[in-house]
């Protein structure tokens, strides 16, 4: 790896790496569309506020039309459904042995290495929590865990670089052979994220409901049972228990909901990311690219995924006005 490291959507996620990579002492490009918090950026700096630590850090930045040269790493962190477009502008900008490493939530890295190439592909899975406050703010809500690692598992001298590098943003950070499995763990905890947003409440208080424990259940077995069908082994973080959830061990799910729950009781960031892209940013959330290409998956599997399906249906009629945020929209995901 050699020249900068460029950072390809610097919101919250990709604005949290790129100012803790350059406050280390690393050359770090960011790229935004976002006009106002690109000049933000370029100054007064980006400002990381919260309670995990507070800076602000001054970075070069472009918008994608802006941008020139090629970068051998780059970590891209646009929102899932944003990225084949963001991949059209990053192209041109990757070095011919460079790597895109995908921040994001979802199974973004099938599509960049359609793109691009699976050899110039990283996986990675973070799950520590961020918002896009305005230009040039982004809260860092809590530290979480963060893995890393090549498609195929092999331990390489640039997963072992990139892992580095995640380790001055997450000290626990993991270089890990089964990055699949963190990614599958995450889509299963994700499918929880999208139906706690189908709520006003945060996180935790929507999680917690016991009336609402058969819809958490469904979701994250029918998410488990996708995994298991095409021979993934999902791996837990931060109270989510693929193992749990995989084998429909009552108890085990109980203790995981309980953590779960615990977990984000901890943060500054009390709403998911889909949450703040209903209810805040008024916008389409990622729940195509990551819900609705499970329920194609299951199809094509053979695996039932009904409260995934219905969770998909519920989640647009919010996206397109036709339903408001309300804890009685999970009254219907209780029966699958
Ligand atoms: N925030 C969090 O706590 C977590 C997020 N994630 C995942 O990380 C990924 C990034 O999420 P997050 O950082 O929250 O998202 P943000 O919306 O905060 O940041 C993405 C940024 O990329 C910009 N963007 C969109 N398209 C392009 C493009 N083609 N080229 C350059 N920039 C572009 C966006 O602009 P605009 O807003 O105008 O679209 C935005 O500024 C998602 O997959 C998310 O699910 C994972 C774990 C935690
Ligand atoms: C809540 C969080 C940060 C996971 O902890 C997330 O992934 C999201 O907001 O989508």
Redesign the pocket.
């Known amino acids: 790896m050699s020249g900068p490291i460029l950072i390809?959507?610097?919101?919250?996620?990709?604005g949290i790496l790129g100012a803790c990579l350059a406050r280390a002492g690393h050359a770090v490009h960011m790229?935004?569309?976002?006009e106002d918090?690109v000049a933000a950026m370029r100054g007064p700096g980006l400002r990381i506020e919260g309670p995990v630590e507070e800076f602000t850090q001054v970075l070069p930045a472009f918008t994608?039309l802006e941008l020139s040269g090629q970068y051998d790493t780059i970590f891209l962190?646009?929102?899932?459904h944003?990225t084949p477009?963001?991949l059209d502008?990053l192209a041109p900008h990757l070095a011919p042995g460079g790597v895109v490493v995908s921040?994001?939530?979802?199974l973004n890295e099938k599509v960049i290495a359609e793109r691009l190439g699976a050899e110039r592909t990283m996986g990675c899975f973070?799950?520590?929590?961020?918002?896009?406050l305005e230009p040039g703010r982004i809260l860092y809500g809590n530290r979480a865990a963060v893995a890393v690692g090549e498609l195929d598992g092999r331990r390489t001298p640039r997963a072992e670089a990139i892992h580095a590098l995640l380790q001055i943003v997450e000290p626990e950070a993991v270089l890990t052979d089964n990055i699949w499995g963190y990614l599958w763990g995450k889509m299963g905890y994700g499918a929880l994220l999208f139906c706690t947003a189908l709520t006003p409440d945060s996180m935790s208080d929507a999680m917690a409901r016991p009336e609402h424990r058969a819809a958490y259940l469904g979701l994250g077995q029918e998410v488990m049972a996708l995994a298991a069908a095409q021979g993934i082994t999902p791996l837990g973080f931060n109270g989510f228990d693929p193992v749990a959830f995989g084998s429909g061990d009552a108890a085990g799910m109980e203790t995981a909901i309980q953590a779960m729950v615990a977990h984000n009781r901890k943060t500054a960031?009390t709403h998911s990311?889909i949450w703040r892209d209903l209810a805040v940013r008024k916008r389409k959330t990622?729940v195509d690219a990551q819900i609705g290409i499970m329920v194609s998956l299951g199809a094509e599997l053979g695996v039932p995924t009904p409260r995934l399906a219905r969770m998909v249906d519920l989640i647009h009629d919010i996206e397109e006005g036709r339903r408001a945020q309300s804890a009685a929209l999970v009254d219907l995901l209780v029966t699958a």
């Open positions: 390809w959507g610097a919101g919250a996620i990709g790229v935004d569309i976002v918090h994608p962190a646009v929102k899932a944003h477009g963001a502008m921040a994001q939530n979802g973070v799950n520590f929590g961020a918002d896009w960031k990311g990622e």
